[in-house]
């Protein structure tokens, strides 16, 4: 068993990339998980096995490309923001966020302040619920059928909150160039400020019927540890990065709308198994109500107020204000369908709840974009299963394909 | 007139035949019925989901689990062309049949007249025939020349090794405590409430979990584990035959319910068997069935609570933690033999 | 303050840590076995009754549009498209070509940006969203059905219920009114 690192002992050692593959050659039984497979998701791992032991993993993913890149070439700038909300429906305003910035950093805009603390607002709600739908996948993957229903369940409280705000369960829309498309209706707030003390409630029920499960315990510490180094050096980000030590966030590093002035803390794991992986996560979303709380706060202070850049709002008609004042719907003026964005570069990135998404916007002047490049967290995070399955169990795969929290349309595009 | 209706009640209460089956088969496939929709009820509670429900409203949704049976029944069942067909279609069907063979020599009653076997060494003819029916999934899954069922059917394999002696060996701690291997003297070793499982609590924890190991129940629901082996050596059935497969599962651990009752949960006491049909036969089974049926209720309360442990660490389980219990729980069998507490 | 990083560990585990975790795992299931808190919505005997606000169908006021095809150019499926109607004018009676949006529903994604663009609030959101169409060419509308709200079947056989968000339970189910606010 020499070169092979097993899943529960001795991960400690673990060299670079490739040093602990084994090869039997004849003896191999491949077997294909995925795409039709209960234990993947749109994507297919191919996997060679010695036994019980994984000696090599191949993940192959594209299996719902839809071209969004070039896509995006051939529409007006703002039809964009629905179409790369298909990456990931259920974190919509996290995903689409850094592109709207961008092209306001073409445009040379800011949005108001009301908007970032929506904008930050629905983010949070979008996180929560994202990592909730990762649990809910994750449970069961390893067979706990009540972590399945759970989280999906209480993620209905985020989707509910969601739509009140937006008009949509999932797919938002809700950002766009200089503002938000909402305000947040009467009543709101105090819902929030419920829904932040039901989950901190339900957390603990988490903890004791999964987190702290022995089983789930077992099934987690120890596998799937992605060592600091390897970490950094395929490039992984969000929570799988911080859990394994690694204090990067983008809303702390490059922050972004007005993260830097709220008050949370970025949590880091060092033991970088699938086990901190969870408890990383259980930790983001104690972080996620802390800084919907503020928000909560700050919108309950402030009284209504503009939520689109000046730039637009100031040809607002009266029926505008007027629409803007009854409803906190900021009606889009006819100038954002053929908005045209000057000459330019930017690049813009944003904190999903899988990780670092970063989009570079290139214009030409014209109203459409000459080149949208998105890089998305699942594509970076999906690298790290050709080099952490080798030397685990098959039954340790749905473990480690589920605690990396890896969503197949996000890295597709 | 009477004559016939003599015979036939004669036919009926002929032991081998009402053992094997009304309390081998009919009413075990009752309990299974009434378990699966419990088990998916009590998912759902746990889970704060309705479950089954637009069946029939009025029950529950009670009648769901008939519903999917006829569904089963009606469905095509597809056998592919690269399948060793023989062995495909035999294994699941020996396997059905091996699983609840071990009834024969369960003793329902103290009536030597309503043995459908002699009861001496019921216990351990009991313990070699449930251990049979696995092999047959093994079969089942080489059978089925796909990669999940083969590799589903090796887990299998794995686990019958480990379950196997820990099962064995916790029931015959009750050998130990009694020096017999018939059943019914287990049981009236067991009168005046002086039920095993208060006597050797260990011995029946190592026998539940043995159980829980040895018919897939979560924790250990490892050979069919979907995330993994799609349905582990069943996945290429469909239809009835898949039904099977998992109503035999089922039929198994209601089998193993039925020995832990006799062994250990005092059998048909608090009744005593009296005269007559009713009395001496009917009754004492009742109770033997309503207490494996609270069994199966805990058993089946395990999937809203549990995942599942790999496989290696629930072989690890095995050994390394219920092996050493089982044998002191052995031990504590002797010790109070010994000492004379039985 | 602004957002700092916090070490953390996972805490080791020992025999007893394992036993309590059982017991606190079967304990909590058998709490929600008792009480188990479900919110669960039998549709279609009851039905969500969305808030105003929502992003449901698309309905046209024809007499306050415009013809100013901005909801037609912005509209990110293309589903919505401008169609060519002659009309009377009713100051001169002259006949001219006038230009209305229809809508076809195989395309749209509800993404509200036509309704926000329209300079005159001409387009306004249902909000229901559970209609069922029997072939694709129902589902596209022609100016007539798409100054119409489409039918809402399960509002007439369903219960309206809403949600609110609770601290205890998460989301519970309210009785409402068919019409209007909500019901005590
Ligand atoms: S809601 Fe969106 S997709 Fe539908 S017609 Fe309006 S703009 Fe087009
Ligand atoms: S945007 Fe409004 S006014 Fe203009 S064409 Fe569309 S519906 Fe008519």
């Known amino acids: ?413 | ?342 | 303050m602004p957002p700092r990083p916090v070490e953390k560990h996972v805490h080791p585990r020992g025999i007893f840590s394992r036993f309590k975790g059982n017991l606190e795992a079967i304990a909590i299931g058998v709490k929600y076995f008792f009480d188990p808190k479900r919110s669960t919505l039998i549709y279609p005997k009851e039905y969500i009754k969305l808030r105003e606000g929502y992003r449901g169908f698309i309905v046209l006021v024809k007499n306050k549009c415009i013809s100013c095809s901005s909801c037609a150019r912005i509209c990110p499926a293309a589903a919505m498209k401008m169609v060519k109607v002659p009309v009377t004018d009713p100051k001169t009676g002259k006949q001219r070509i006038k230009k209305f949006p229809v809508i076809n529903y195989n395309r749209c994604i509800f993404c509200g940006y036509c309704v926000d663009v329209c300079p005159t609030e001409a387009l306004y959101h249902v909000p229901y969203h559970d209609i069922v169409y029997e072939s694709m060419e129902e589902a596209v509308t022609d100016l007539e059905s798409f100054q119409k709200e489409p039918e809402y079947k399960t509002a007439k056989e369903g219960l309206p219920v809403r949600y609110i968000v609770d601290e205890v339970k998460g989301l519970v189910k309210i009785r409402v009114k068919k019409e209007g606010g909500e019901k005590k």
């Not at chain 2, 989901?49 to 006829?70: E, N, T, W």
């Not at chain 2, 059943?183 to 979990?209: C, E, R, S, Y």
């Not at chain 2, 049909?277 to 049926?293: C, D, M």
């Open chain 1, 1 to 413: 068993m020499s070169g092979i690192v097993r899943g529960t002992v001795g991960f400690n050692d673990l060299k670079l990339p490739g040093a602990w593959t084994r090869k039997i050659g004849k003896d191999l039984y491949e077997v294909f998980i995925g795409p039709q497979h209960p234990g993947s998701g749109h994507m297919r791992i191919i996997i060679r096995v010695d036994g019980d032991i994984i000696v090599e993993a191949e993940p192959d993913m594209g299996y719902v490309h839809r071209t969004m890149e070039k896509l995006s070439e051939v529409r007006t700038w703002i039809k964009s923001i629905p179409l790369f909300e298909r990456m990931a429906i259920h974190d919509a305003c996290n995903v689409t966020l850094p592109y709207v910035r961008a092209v306001e950093k073409l445009l040379g805009i800011e949005a108001p302040e009301r908007a970032k603390y929506l904008r930050v607002l629905l983010c949070e709600i979008n996180r929560i619920a994202a990592f909730l739908y990762g649990f809910g996948i994750f449970g069961v993957f390893l067979g706990h059928s009540t972590m399945y229903m759970w989280p999906f369940g209480d993620r209905e409280v985020w989707v509910e909150l969601a739509e009140w705000l937006t008009g949509a369960r999932l797919t938002h829309t809700y950002p766009v160039f200089g503002g938000v498309r909402r305000d947040v209706p009467a009543g709101f707030t105090d819902a929030l400020r419920k829904a932040i003390r039901y989950m901190r409630r339900r957390l603990e029920d988490y903890r004791k019927i999964f987190v702290d499960n022995p089983v789930i315990r077992s099934r987690l510490e120890g596998v799937g540890y992605i060592p600091r180094n390897l970490a950094i050096e395929l490039g992984i980000t969000g929570p799988n990065l911080r859990a394994s030590g690694v204090k990067y966030d983008v809303r702390m590093n490059h922050p972004y709308e007005v993260y830097d002035q709220l008050d949370f803390e970025i949590p880091v794991f060092q033991e970088g198994d699938a086990y901190a992986r969870v408890l990383q996560r259980v930790e983001e979303i104690k972080q996620s109500l802390r800084i919907l709380e503020q928000v909560a706060d700050w919108l309950d202070k402030h009284e209504r107020s503009p939520i689109l850049h000046d730039r637009f709002w100031k040809t607002a008609p009266p029926l505008y204000k007027k629409v803007f004042q009854e409803q906190g719907r900021a009606k889009l003026m006819a100038v954002y369908a053929i908005l045209k964005v000057p000459k330019g570069k930017a690049y813009e990135r944003g904190e999903t709840a899988r990780g670092e998404i970063s989009y570079y916007v290139e214009s030409d002047g014209k109203n459409t974009p000459y080149r949208v490049r998105i890089h998305s967290a699942s594509a970076r995070n999906a690298l790290v299963y050709k080099y952490i399955l080798p030397g685990h169990r098959v039954m340790d795969l749905p473990a480690i394909y589920g605690s990396i929290d890896y969503f197949p349309p996000e890295a597709d595009r």
């Open chain 2, 1 to 342: 007139m009477t004559g016939w209706v003599e015979a036939i009640i004669k036919i009926i209460e002929w032991p081998p035949l009402w053992q094997l089956v009304v309390l081998g088969l009919i009413a075990p496939l009752a309990v299974v019925i009434y378990i699966l929709w419990f088990e998916r009820k009590t998912a759902a509670r746990v889970q704060r989901r309705i479950g089954p429900y637009h069946v029939s409203p009025r029950i529950a949704g009670g009648l769901q689990l008939l519903a999917d049976l006829i569904r089963y029944s009606f469905q095509e069942v597809i056998i592919p062309k690269t399948v060793d067909k023989a062995a495909f279609i035999s294994a699941p069907l020996i396997a059905l049949i091996l699983s609840i063979l071990p009834v024969v020599a369960i003793p329902f009653t103290d009536v030597p007249k309503w043995f459908p076997l002699p009861m001496d060494y019921s216990l351990i003819l009991a313990l070699a025939l449930v251990t049979l029916s696995p092999l047959f999934i093994i079969v089942a899954g080489w059978a089925s020349n796909n990669k999940f069922a083969i590799i589903g059917g090796m887990r299998e394999a794995y686990l019958i090794v480990s379950y196997e002696i820990i099962a064995i060996l916790s029931f015959l701690a009750a050998t130990a405590m009694t020096g017999t291997y018939n059943l019914v003297d287990i049981v009236h070793a067991q009168t005046g409430w002086k039920w095993f499982i208060v006597l050797n609590p260990l011995a029946f924890f190592t026998a539940f979990v043995g159980v829980l190991l040895s018919t897939s129940g979560f924790p250990f629901e490892i050979a069919e584990s979907e995330h993994e082996v799609v349905a582990g050596a069943f996945t290429e059935y469909s239809g009835l035959m898949y039904g099977i497969n998992m109503g035999a599962a089922y039929l198994k651990r209601m089998i193993y319910s039925l020995l832990l009752t006799v062994v250990f949960l005092g059998g048909w006491y608090p009744l005593k068997p009296g005269e007559g049909f009713i009395w001496g036969y009917l009754a004492p089974s009742i109770v033997i069935f309503i207490k494996a049926t609270i069994l199966m209720m805990i058993f089946s309360f395990f999937r809203a609570v549990y995942g599942r442990y790999r496989l290696d660490q629930a072989i690890e389980i095995a050994w390394k933690i219920l092996f050493p219990l089982t044998v002191i729980a052995f031990g504590l069998g002797l010790l109070e033999a010994y000492y004379g507490i039985i």
